[in-house]
């Protein structure tokens, strides 16, 4: 298909209750980062930024944390999508939230019925049926793309480029491209016939290595370690567009590669409790979340103003790249008679 000549802009925010690294805050969950959700949706609509909230069941069942959703997308400046978690969707049990379940982890008929009724919660709560999803922790796997399929999605963001955390028992997405696709149903870094469209996040390695060095650092042996001795040294480390985790020079340098590289997408991604101070173990001080709301704030002038991205909700992208596919001719069939 033809790209288009400016990249589309998403931010995707994993929406959940506070400080979800933290067993006794699964165990009870609070909601403080959701009713400040509106301060930071001030600072999208700054930039005309139009994000998708992806949702949690926890989220789409507390009544203070509907009505601000519903404020949210009654305005006509986001979109409300899902937000897997397996360890507090239904059907769980106590032994999923102790051990913070990959969804690949599970029985697939059990990841069917979980994004059923997280589905089900979101359209109740917002009263419209979601049709973005993310799996948390990254733990998607290709037998979920028919799960989705039937439940009305159209759009998958759950996979990152080189993420891969096999030795904790959870996925590998080491071989994703960061193109988007249309998932296969045996592999999910590779494209196939289904009808749900990839959108990876945006990550890439610090500085441009051919892909086998690339794959060799997604695998190198003890792999904390390794990766920090790796970034210590200047050698390479991992970047994404996600402000926790990244300097602002470093998204606005993997930004413009991007770009240059022609790229459809910027997807940036972070969690809706990063963005209050003390929710997460990202920004613990009112410092650091200014420091954090900063960086976020002038990627988004650099990416639309300096790259002249366009902001879009993922559903916006992937109907706009849906139609951009279908308009393509079959290469099967024969030319159009002059």
């Given amino acids: 298909m033809t790209r288009p000549s400016a990249p589309r802009l998403l931010v995707g925010i994993d929406t959940e209750s506070d400080n979800q690294w933290d067993a006794r805050s699964r165990a009870?969950?609070?909601?403080?980062?959701?009713?400040?959700?509106?301060?930071?949706?001030?600072?999208?609509?700054?930039?005309?930024?139009?994000?998708?909230?992806?949702?949690?069941?926890?989220?789409?069942?507390?009544?203070?944390?509907?009505?601000?959703?519903?404020?949210?997308?009654?305005?006509?400046?986001?979109?409300?999508?899902?937000?897997?978690?397996?360890?507090?969707?239904?059907?769980?049990?106590?032994?999923?939230?102790?051990?913070?379940?990959?969804?690949?982890?599970?029985?697939?008929?059990?990841?069917?019925?979980?994004?059923?009724?997280?589905?089900?919660?979101?359209?109740?709560?917002?009263?419209?049926?979601?049709?973005?999803?993310?799996?948390?922790?990254?733990?998607?796997?290709?037998?979920?793309?028919?799960?989705?399929?039937?439940?009305?999605?159209?759009?998958?963001?759950?996979?990152?480029?080189?993420?891969?955390?096999?030795?904790?028992?959870?996925?590998?997405?080491?071989?994703?491209?960061?193109t988007p696709y249309f998932l296969s149903y045996d592999d999910a870094t590779a494209p196939g016939t289904s009808e749900i469209l990839e959108v990876p996040l945006s990550a890439a390695l610090s500085r441009r290595v051919p892909r086998v060095l690339a794959r060799a650092y997604a695998h190198v042996p003890f792999p904390y370690t390794s990766k920090r001795i790796l970034r210590k040294l200047g050698l390479a480390h991992v970047v994404w567009l996600r402000p926790s985790y990244s300097s602002l020079d470093e998204m606005r340098g993997l930004a413009r590669r991007l770009a240059d590289d022609g790229e459809p997408v910027l997807n940036v991604g972070f969690h809706s409790s990063e963005a209050i101070a003390g929710g997460s173990p990202y920004n613990r001080t009112a410092d650091e979340l200014r420091a954090f709301l900063h960086r976020l704030e002038q990627f988004l002038d650099f990416a639309t103003t300096g790259l002249g991205a366009v902001p879009m909700t993922l559903a916006e992208f992937g109907r706009e790249y849906a139609a951009g596919r279908s308009a393509q001719p079959d290469p099967g069939s024969p030319p159009c008679p002059a």
């Fill in 28 to 178: 009870e969950p609070t909601f403080d980062n959701l009713y400040a959700l509106p301060e930071l949706h001030d600072l999208f609509r700054r930039h005309d930024v139009r994000p998708t909230y992806v949702v949690t069941y926890p989220v789409a069942r507390d009544p203070r944390s509907i009505d601000v959703l519903r404020g949210l997308h009654e305005n006509g400046t986001c979109e409300i999508g899902a937000h897997h978690h397996t360890w507090e969707t239904p059907p769980f049990g106590p032994e999923d939230a102790a051990r913070h379940a990959y969804a690949c982890a599970l029985p697939v008929e059990r990841v069917d019925a979980q994004i059923g009724a997280l589905t089900d919660a979101v359209e109740e709560a917002v009263g419209r049926r979601p049709v973005t999803y993310r799996s948390g922790r990254f733990g998607f796997a290709a037998s979920h793309v028919a799960c989705l399929e039937r439940h009305g999605y159209l759009i998958d963001s759950s996979i990152a480029p080189l993420f891969q955390e096999r030795h904790k028992g959870g996925p590998e997405f080491v071989d994703a491209p960061l």
